[in-house]
């Protein structure tokens, strides 16, 4: 029998593109113990290996920092209110938008940073923002790809 790494799947970067075009929000939740520490340890250091080899690699906390979401740890005993923690602030979430003024659909990914005209008052001092990092300008020909029905 052999084994071996698949080469052949999405990269990194095309996974991180999905994500962003979706407007998926990732978070995680991992609960805190002696064992995963110890594989969390060996899952970086073969994740490191494997880059050199070329396999895709992804980070959770890097994929929900950049989608606005967040990554909870706590011991395997507190993993139930850990959850319901992760669960309420998804469910106290605002959501804003905007319509950019370049209206070039060329796919590539463009920054975003929120700025506030005043802080937030001293009442709101447990106020958490997070935002996305930025998001996928879309492709023109794959938005209109999709927009068509098969066989039309």
């Known amino acids: ?8 799947g999405p990269t990194a970067e095309e996974t991180r593109n999905a994500i962003f075009e979706s407007g998926s929000v990732v978070c995680g939740l991992i609960p805190a113990s002696a064992g995963q520490h110890l594989e ?28 606005g979401g967040e990554v909870m740890r706590d011991k395997a005993e507190n993993i139930d209110k850990a959850f319901g923690t992760l669960v309420e602030h998804l469910r106290t979430r605002y959501s804003i938008g905007f319509i950019s003024s370049n209206s070039k659909r060329d796919g590539s990914f463009r920054k975003l940073k929120l700025d506030w ?4 008052a001293k009442s709101a001092e447990k106020l958490v923002i997070k935002t996305r990092s930025g998001y996928i300008a879309g492709n023109k020909a794959a938005t209109d790809a999709k927009g068509k029905t098969k066989g039309h």
Request: aromatic share 4%; net charge negative.
């Open 1 to 8: 029998m052999t084994t071996g790494f698949d080469l052949n």
């Open 40 to 67: 969390s340890g060996l899952t970086r250091g073969v994740s490191g290996i494997a880059k050199v080899f070329g396999v895709h690699v992804s980070d959770l906390p890097q994929l929900a920092e950049e989608t």
């Open 117 to 120: 005209s005043k802080p937030p």
